[in-house]
């Protein structure tokens, strides 16, 4: 008889995570995603509901896995995030990146600066330098060693969730975790 074990999250949440909710909540959900993926659309509509539920008892983290060979507006929207990170803007970025995830070239990504009062050429800049590119990286290298195979893939306290992204399936998770 063979004994599964889920893979578990290698690199620990810390100060250096995008944090949604209380440090010390008793269940943390973290989500390796890509902005141009359509089922981490999904997903992120669905932790978005279970957040608004949550009240104190969550808290959300968003790494970046760019999956630039199947999506190739990704690795420039997941850089973009990081810059808007640079400026306290990176949760703002993230809605915006799924909300519009049609609309990931370039052009667009600098309408999003401005609309959150970014300067888009400093983030052009910062596109054509890739001066954030070595963060997404060392995110995507952290997914990597915990066994992140595709997006989106969720960690709930640690451990990989291999189950469904749907509402109750992760309800049912997070109230196990808790």
């Not at 969550?58 to 929207?77: I, M, T």
């Not at 997914?143 to 109750?168: A, C, K, M, Q, Y």
Request: aromatic share 8%.
């Amino acid at each position: 008889m063979r004994t599964y074990f889920a893979p578990r999250l290698v690199l620990p949440v810390s100060a250096r995570d995008h944090i949604r909710g209380p440090m010390t909540a008793p269940v943390t959900i973290v989500e390796y995603g890509d902005y141009e993926c359509p089922y981490c659309g999904t997903a992120s509509a669905v932790l978005d509901k279970l957040r608004s539920e949550s009240d104190d008892g969550v808290r959300f983290v968003f790494r970046n896995f760019p999956l630039a060979e199947v999506h190739p507006h990704a690795q420039h929207a997941a850089e973009i995030a990081e810059a808007a990170a640079s400026h306290d803007k990176f949760w703002e970025m993230h809605d915006m990146l799924f909300a519009h995830q049609d609309a990931l070239d370039d052009q667009h990504l600098a309408e999003y600066a401005i609309a959150l009062g970014l300067s888009a050429g400093d983030l052009r800049g910062a596109l054509a330098k890739h001066a954030f590119a070595p963060r997404v990286h060392e995110d995507f290298l952290s997914g990597v060693r915990s066994g992140v195979n595709g997006t989106p893939t969720l960690f709930i306290n640690g451990v990989r969730h291999d189950g469904s992204f749907d509402l109750e399936t992760l309800r049912d998770a997070v109230s196990k975790a808790a």
